[in-house]
Each structure stands twice: as C-alpha cells, then as structure tokens.
C-alpha cells in the first residue's frame, strides 16, 4: 500500500537499510524498488479519490453535476426539500374520508402541513449540521414564544373579556411589549428571532381581544391542562415534527455532512495548491519561460481561492454532527488546523507570484536551475505531509504506522531543507561571483522571493506537522479548537454595540407598527384585531437594510406569486377523482421544487423565491377538491396585509435610512470600504514601523470587510438611484479587486515581519527599519501613498455631477519614487554584500537569510506599490460624467 511505502521509504533514509524498522512495523515491510514513485496514486492525485457513494454519484448524475456542479447542488438541495414536503402535504390533499388514519390526525390539531412546509423553508440546509443549527434556531424561538404564552395566561388564565378588569388588557400589552423588546434587543440569531416574534404575535392578539370564546391555550399550571386540549402545547408537538422533517429531508437518500463536505474542499485545496507550486518551479527554472505561463496560474490561483468558501461556518456547525466529542470532534480540530495553514500558504504562494516580473534574467534561470532538485525533494515532503494531514482529518486519529512514518516524514523534511539551504547558498554565491552589487541584487531577486517562500511554507508545515505529530500522541491540546458558534452566553455580549441598538430598534418599530395597524384595522383594507400583520412583519425581519426599495420589491413579487399565481394554479384542481388529487400533488411538488431552486441558486430573486415556497404552499394547501370556491375574497385580504406589512417594513427601514445616513447599499459598501482600507492603513503602520515591537494581524478583520462591501456593491449596482449619479459599478469592483491583492500583500507582510510566528517583530527587520536612510524614506512615501488612494475611494460616496473636490488637491497627482526594490545606502549595500558571503546558515530557514528576507520585503513593497498605483489610475482614468440616454 503507499502507506507501507512511506515506511519503507523513510526507514531507509533513516538508516541506510531496509532492515532498520521497528519490530512493529514489520507487517509492512515489502520489498519496494528504489525506482517506484513515492505515494503513486495519492500524491499524482493530490491526496486520495474523494468518497462517493452509489446514490450520490446517481444524483449528481441526474442533475448534470459534471455539466453544472452549482446547478446539480442547487436543485438536489430543492429535490429535497419539495419531496418532503409535498409528502408531509398528502394527507390535507385528500379528500376526506380517503384515508380514516389521516383523518384522525388531522383532527387531533397539531399537524399542519403548511406549518411544516414553511420551517422547511427557512431552516433546510446544504449540510446535516447547518440544517441542525438552523432548525435548533427556529425551535428555540418557537419555544420562547410557548413560555412567554403560557407565563401570561398563568397571570390571567381568561385573557380578556367583556367583563374582565382593565388591568388585564394593559398587564398583557405590557408583558407582550416587554417579550417583543427582550426578542429584539438580545443577541438572538435572526431565525430566533423570526419564530419567537411570529408565533408569538397570534396568541398575544388573542389575549387581547374582547372574547366570550375560550383562547384553546390552557396553561400547564391549570388543573384542567391536557395536551390535546392547549393550542399551544399541539404548536410544540407540531414543532417536534417539523424538526424531525428538517432532519430528515437532510439524512435522505443520503446524509451530506458539514465535516465531509470541509474534507473534500481541504482535498481540492491541497491537490490545487501542489499543481500551481508545481508550475511555478517549472517556470522558474526554465531557460525561457513563458510569461503567458503566468497567467494560467494565475487562474488556478483564483480557482484555489475560490475553494476556501465558508470553511469557518461549515467546522462551526459540524458541531451538531458529533457534540465535538470522540473521533469527529478530533476531525474537526485537525481541519480547523488544515485551513488556517493553508490560507497563510496561499497568501504566501500568490504574493510571490505577482511580486516578481514577467521576465526572468538569465541568472535567475541559471540559479533556479541548480537548485530544482532541491526544490523538487521539499515538494516531495510538503506531498506527504499534506497526506498525512489529510489521512488524520478522515480518521480523527493516525495508526502507529502512520505516526512512526509521519516522524520520518518530519525529519526527512527538516534535512531536506537544510539541504535546499545549503545549496542556495552555494550556488547564489557562484553565480554573483561577477558584476555590479546592485544588478546582481536585481537579477536573481525573483529566485530569493521564491526561496523565501518555499521556506515559509516548510515552516508552516513543519508546524501543521509537529501538531500532527503530538495529536497522534494522544495529546489533544496541540489541535487548537474550532471558534464555536456562541452559546447562551453570547446572547448578552456588547448589548450596547451602536449597530446592534440600530438593528434591533428597526426590528421592534416594524413589529410594533404592524402589531398597532392589526389591532385597529384600515378601513375595509385591513381586517382589525388581525394578527397576520405582525406575523408576516416578523416574518420579513431582515438583517441588512441594503436598498429598502429593491429589497422589498423582491418581497412583493414572492407574496403575489405565493398567495395570487398559486390560487390561480389552484382552480385548475376541478374535482376529487384520484387523478385530479395527483394533479394537485404533482402541482405542489413542481411548484416547491422551482421556486426553492431559485431561492438557492439565484442571489437576485433569492427572497422573492423563499417567499414564493413559504406562501405558494400555504396556499396550495388551502385548495379543497370538493370546493369550486376559489376564494377572491380571501385572496384579496391575504394580498391586502402581505403588501402592508411590506410597506410598513419598507418605510421603518428608509426611515432609519435617512436618519443613520447609512442604509443605502451604496451606503454600505462605502463604509465597508473605507473600514478596510482604515484597517489596511494601520497594518501597514505597524509592521513597518520599528518602534512598534508588537503588531495585530488584522487579515480575517480586512476580509470580513472586503466580503461586505463586495456585496453591497452588488447590490448597489440595481438600486434606484432617484437623483443621484450611477453607482460606478465596474470601477467599484475592479478597485475592490486591486484592494484585495493588496491585503494579500498586507498578510505576506505579517510573515516576513514575524517569521517565527510569535507576533513579534524580527530583530533583524528591525535593525534595517532603524538603521536604513533609504528605507525609512521609502516606508515614510509608501504610508503617504495610502492616505492619498484613500482620498481617492472617497469618491464613491460623491453623488453629483460635480467635479470631485479630491481631484483638487496637489498630492492627487504627486508622483512618488519610491525605488523599493534598488539599494540606495550604504548600510543596506554592507548587509547585502555580507549576505552572499555566506555558504551556510545557522539556522535551517532560508527565510533568516538576510538577503531573502531583503528581497521579500522589498517585493512585497513593490507589489503594494504596483497596487497602488493601479488603484489611483483606475480612479483618476475614468470618466465621471453621466451618460446621456
């Protein structure tokens, strides 16, 4: 096996002889040739064959995922969902007297198709633990809003009635104030927040009004509480159902796991990122490389930042899949690890790929040249170790074999880098035997940016694999743990955040005003005493306020193809013969399963395609066989209170809008922007300033930045503009791109200032920063130059035909020299001609060299330059004037 091949292989160069393992080992001991590629299949492969069961494949097969990945996931993910929901809908299509046993549950009362439909809806996830998390989400509200009920009419078991005292009805508007502030206010995830307030609304309508009916909730503190005779306790026994739906529309045909799903993308990383390390030795060390070379990796590149999606949200979850205990919560732990190492190797690996020049000197191919060899053994070693990483994320643990091999693997790695550093060395100093000090610095520059960063990337893995080493030792405490999703705790963390005051202040006045319309009423509109109002305001509760009008335009076309396109498609059903009865059901079926794909596959008509599933089913549902009504009128008020709620949810969020003076998604985005860039700026301060011994990474900080200004650029782009100029859509992205380069950069900067990983700043930097004239000025015009680019992003938020007040300013247009990659003092001169007298290192790191680390620096220098610069010429070369039309 290649795992026996591994052993063998590194207890010969253990020992010289194939006779030197260890007794246990020796189950594995055959014969290999020395000729016989190490890891044949996993390593050409990229680890090993992701698993895929015979129903998968036969899935994947059937929505086309070799033609469409994103579309066969998308619609498996919508099959399942409208399969198990037009099953859990057969029983209210039949007619009655079809089926006695349906008949009994149905009316027992607690079993509501369209309730079960609409939690499906809003809780269905692409894997078991998001679909967990989320419907853990929506019981939790469910079951507050149960407490809060049942606590009230403990207090006044009647509710309120005609002979009832006042303080009543003002002690149930008051409870019900206070439970709706409470919901709001703490930090509840949105789909708590959605249930608690929307199953709540109902009840709390009913208590108020006048009555001579009983409510139907009896509390469990009342001695005359049976199950079947409280509304509330049949919402919680229906709740027990619609979560085992969730569940089971997740485990069928078969289960797709949140850990299995982050393995297979940590695979596809792995395989991506040994191809594209691959390429850039090659092309390196090629006589006359082709720059268009360059270009191809650079699009396997973006492929393999692609791959990174939402690992973080995925290892988070996957909590639900084994309560993080035993060999899935080791699992979890070991790809936690994989993903943070394997997004510092990108950053490493893009960063010199862009930094260096198209064209390579003729001393770079000859260095590179002598050293491939080298190069190609560490490849080797960053295979096996990737492997091993990869064997141990799959099992939750290594075997003795796998952990005797993976200690030789280290040491293997270790020597080899010695050698590489060694080899360097010597062949640096051969080949800048001749010539200028300065055009040798500058000719084989690109060799040392890529030394320096197969020596990062050594050490990482090294890292990733000494943690390895002592997790297969049983010692648990070398993994970090997965940043869990929080818990109770988290509910009550900085309540006083301005933005959360913000949220949740437009939550309760959108609640509270349509809870006010729905008790009064308006005119023959709206019905009073309704409660369907607030529950469909609770409903529409959204996070982002974006563009309010774009957003609830969406919503409008979800409610009128829910509730008026679905009773049209209704009346088509003309009887309750059987195959009028499999019309109907096909009918739910097909409309579900469409109006679910786009909710998932489209981010245009996402909403309107949720609201579409959650209300198109409702409605279907409603369609008796054996009635030719089809209910105009019913029609018309379900409409009437769907439009006011968004109306009402509409003007609450331009409301805020204009009072925050950040609603817009133009808004948004500019702020989100302008944070990053503010973020970017003070990185930049710190990792270049000497007196700053200390630094924070602020890489997932920028990003986290960068991702919501992305999208509300996206959303930017189709919002109504009114009077103001176009939102410069293409300009906004292609800035946006050039920014996130530049934190990519930024993050390459982090490593070469704290090599060692230990947040301090290299000594050796230090000195340089300190000592170094030409630098000091260089850092000095490089910090000038992001204040000027981020003059100039500000001109995203002018809205005029104006000319732009920042084009006025004299440093716009000020051309800096800054020269980053030439040595222009004394002091860097002596460091650099000491450099390449040195045939071996102390230290095993190429990265402690002085003159990698030099030239790392400088690149990465020149590259935030280039970047710069392209961002200002972006802005300035565009044509700000609005086109005539």
């Not at 390429?279 to 006359?288: G, S, T, V």
């Not at 009865?581 to 097909?590: G, K, N, R, T």
């Not at 035909?801 to 980053?820: D, K």
Request: glycine content about 6%; hydrophobic content about 45%; some cysteine.
């Amino acid at each position: 096996s290649s795992w026996a091949q591994i052993v063998v292989f590194f207890c010969a160069l253990d020992s010289g002889t194939r006779g030197s393992c260890p007794r246990s080992q020796s189950a594995c001991m055959a014969k290999v040739s020395e000729d016989k590629p190490l890891l044949e299949r996993d390593v050409e492969g990229g680890a090993r064959s992701l698993r895929v069961g015979l129903i998968r494949r036969s899935a994947q097969r059937l929505f086309q995922a070799d033609t469409n990945p994103i579309f066969a996931e998308d619609a498996e993910l919508a099959f399942r969902a409208a399969s198990i929901m037009t099953l859990c809908a057969i029983p209210v299509m039949l007619p009655p007297g079809s089926s006695a046993f349906a008949d009994r549950v149905l009316r027992m009362g607690f079993y509501n198709a369209s309730g079960i439909g609409s939690f499906v809806v809003f809780n269905l996830g692409r894997t078991f633990g998001e679909a967990f998390e989320s419907a853990k989400s929506g019981a939790r509200g469910t079951l507050f809003a149960a407490l809060s009920v049942w606590l009230l009419y403990t207090v006044f078991p009647d509710g309120v009635g005609p002979d009832t005292p006042p303080y009543v009805f003002w002690g149930g508007l008051a409870w019900g104030t206070l439970y709706v502030i409470v919901v709001m206010f703490l930090k509840l995830n949105l789909t708590t927040q959605i249930f608690a307030c929307m199953n709540f609304g109902g009840y709390w309508i009913t208590f108020l009004r006048e009555s001579v009916v009983s409510d139907g909730v009896v509390s469990p503190f009342n001695k005359e509480y049976g199950p079947l005779q409280d509304s509330v306790s049949k919402m919680l026994m229906a709740l027990i159902l619609e979560f085992l739906v969730v569940i089971i529309a997740n485990l069928l045909p078969y289960p797709v796991w949140s850990l299995e799903l982050v393995e297979e993308r940590a695979m596809a990383r792995s395989m991506e990122f040994m191809k594209v390390f691959r390429r850039m030795i090659e092309f390196y060390a090629a006589e006359k490389p082709n720059k268009y070379d360059k270009d191809q990796v650079i699009r396997n590149m973006h492929t393999l930042k692609a791959r990174t999606g939402l690992t973080k949200k995925l290892l988070a979850v996957s909590f639900w899949e084994n309560f993080g205990m035993g060999r899935g919560g080791l699992r979890r732990r070991v790809l936690n690890s994989i993903d943070d190492t394997m997004a510092k190797l990108f950053s490493l690996l893009y960063n010199a790929w862009t930094s260096t020049e198209d064209e390579t000197s003729a001393a770079n191919s000859e260095l590179m040249s002598k050293i491939k060899p080298q190069f190609v053994k560490c490849l080797i070693d960053l295979e096996v170790i990737l492997n091993f990483a990869m064997e141990a994320s799959r099992d939750g643990e290594l075997s003795e074999i796998e952990k005797y091999a993976l200690e030789k693997a280290l040491a293997a790695m270790k020597s080899n880098e010695q050698e590489l550093s060694n080899a360097f060395l010597k062949a640096r100093k051969e080949a800048t035997k001749k010539g200028e000090l300065e055009d040798t610095f500058t000719a084989i520059r690109s060799v040392e940016v890529l030394a320096f960063t197969v020596s990062q990337i050594l050490h990482e893995m090294r890292i990733l694999a000494e943690k390895l080493t002592k997790f297969g030792k049983k010692d648990e405490s070398s993994i970090a743990p997965v940043e869990e999703i929080s818990g109770f705790a988290g509910v009550f963390n900085n309540l006083h955040d301005k933005d959360h005051l913000l949220k949740a202040s437009r939550y309760f006045m959108a609640y509270m005003m349509c809870i006010y319309i729905g008790w009064f009423g308006f005119r023959d509109v709206l019905k009073n005493r309704d409660a369907g109002l607030a529950g469909l305001a609770a409903l529409l509760l959204s996070e982002s306020m974006g563009s309010a009008v774009l957003k609830d335009m969406s919503r409008i076309q979800g409610l009128v193809i829910g509730t008026v396109m679905c009773r049209i498609l209704g009346s088509l059903i003309l009887g309750c013969e059987w195959y009028w009865v499999a019309a109907h059901i096909l009918l739910h079926f097909f409309w579900v399963f469409g109006c679910l794909f786009v909710m998932h596959h489209s981010k245009a008509f996402s909403t309107a395609g949720c609201l579409g599933a959650a209300l198109g089913t409702a409605t279907l549902l409603s369609v008796k066989c054996s009635e030719n009504d089809i209910a105009k009128s019913a029609t018309f008020d379900s409409l009437a209170t769907n439009c006011a709620a968004v109306i009402i949810s509409m003007l609450v969020d331009l409301s805020f809008s204009c009072c925050t003076g950040k609603g817009r998604a133009s808004d948004q985005a500019c702020i989100a922007l302008d944070a990053a860039w503010t973020s970017m700026s003070s990185s930049l301060q710190e990792l270049l300033d000497p007196t700053e011994p200390k630094f924070t990474s602020r890489h997932v900080e920028i990003m986290g930045h960068l991702q919501t200004a992305k999208a509300m650029g996206a959303e930017a782009a189709v919002e109504p503009r009114f009077w103001r100029v176009d939102w410069q859509a293409s300009l906004f992205d292609r800035v946006l791109s050039e920014v996130e380069h530049l934190s990519t950069v930024l993050h390459v900067l982090e490593q070469c200032t704290d090599i060692d990983g230990n947040n301090d700043m290299d000594a050796w930097l230090v000195s340089v920063l300190t000592r170094s004239s030409h630098l000091q000025t260089q850092v000095r015009h490089a910090k000038e130059k992001m204040e000027v680019v981020g003059k100039l992003l500000k001109i995203f938020a002018h809205e005029t035909a104006e000319r732009f007040p920042g084009f006025g300013e004299s440093t716009i247009n000020y051309e800096f020299n800054l020269q980053l990659g030439k040595l222009a003092d004394g002091y860097l001169e002596d460091e650099v001609g000491e450099a390449l007298k040195i045939e071996k290192l102390d230290n095993i790191k190429l990265s402690k060299d002085k003159l990698v680390h030099l030239s790392m620096v400088l690149a990465s220098c020149d590259r935030a330059q280039a970047l710069l610069r392209n961002i200002q010429h972006l802005i300035l070369q565009h044509s700000w004037k609005p086109e005539a039309q």
